[in-house]
T-cell receptor, first 114, second 114 residues
Framework: KAGVTQTPRYLIKTRGQQVTLSCSPISGHRSVSWYQQTPGQGLQFLFEYFSETQRNKGNFPGRFSGRQFSNSRSEMNVSTLELGDSALYLC?????????????FGAGSRLTVL | AQSVTQLGSHVSVSEGALVLLRCNYSSSVPPYLFWYVQYPNQGLQLLLKYTSAATLVKGINGFEAEFKKSETSFHLTKPSAHMSDAAEYFCAVSPMDSNYQLIWGAGTKLIIKP
């Protein structure tokens, strides 16, 4: 079956702009999580959506937001971009197995802010 | 707060040598435990998971990990390293009462010397 699809794979923006990233989960997965990965900070959890509701949230400013649609597809938005927002943004979908949340990741969207 | 510690941001081994990547967690109750691998320019991929069944868990690509409750450890091993094992490895913990949220280690880059 198809994996987790993230679009776009690469994008370049300038400071002050906004960006929307898209994630299509594996069919049947109702949970979608978003992560920011940078060389300095490692893997940082942004938020998780389950059945269109935000279930968990990391410690990111309000400029970072997300949503999930009824078909489980998810988008995240970053407004008023800053240079420090340059990162690989990873989306993961999941279906709990044996009570554990086993994540399947997409290849990521690499954002460069100039 | 719960935490995950991966000892060594970089580990270098010779091809054919034993691979040992260390992961310790802080939790009074045995959680769910995971190892993920990230190859260059890709998302993360599940290597193996512990969900309170057998303490020795076998994963993909010849890796295995042993859950040791007394040491709060979940170290990843492979008897003989291949060049293709060069990647970044992440340990993650999902506490039982965490609403499925994962706590991630900082990652260990595995370097394979020819």
């Amino acid at each position: 079956k198809a994996g987790v699809t993230q679009t776009p794979r690469y994008l370049i923006k300038t400071r002050g702009q906004q960006v929307t990233l898209s994630c299509s989960p594996i069919s049947g997965h109702r949970s979608v999580s978003w992560y920011q990965q940078t060389p300095g900070q490692g893997l940082q959890f942004l938020f998780e959506y389950f059945s269109e509701t935000q279930r968990n949230k990391g410690n990111f400013p309000g400029r970072f937001s997300g949503r999930q649609f009824s078909n489980s597809r998810s988008e995240m938005n970053v407004s008023t971009l800053e240079l420090g927002d340059s990162a690989l943004y990873l989306c993961a979908s999941s279906l709990p197995v044996d009570g554990a949340n086993v994540l399947t990741f997409g290849a990521g969207s690499r954002l460069t802010v100039l | 707060a719960q935490s995950v510690t991966q000892l060594g941001s970089h580990v270098s081994v010779s091809e054919g040598a034993l691979v040992l990547l260390r992961c310790n967690y802080s939790s009074s109750v045995p959680p769910y435990l995971f190892w993920y691998v990230q190859y260059p320019n890709q998302g993360l991929q599940l290597l193996l998971k512990y969900t309170s069944a057998a303490t020795l868990v076998k994963g993909i690509n010849g890796f295995e990990a042993e859950f040791k409750k007394s040491e709060t450890s979940f170290h990843l091993t492979k008897p003989s390293a291949h060049m293709s094992d060069a990647a970044e490895y992440f340990c993650a913990v999902s506490p039982m009462d965490s609403n499925y949220q994962l706590i991630w280690g900082a990652g260990t880059k595995l370097i394979i010397k020819p």
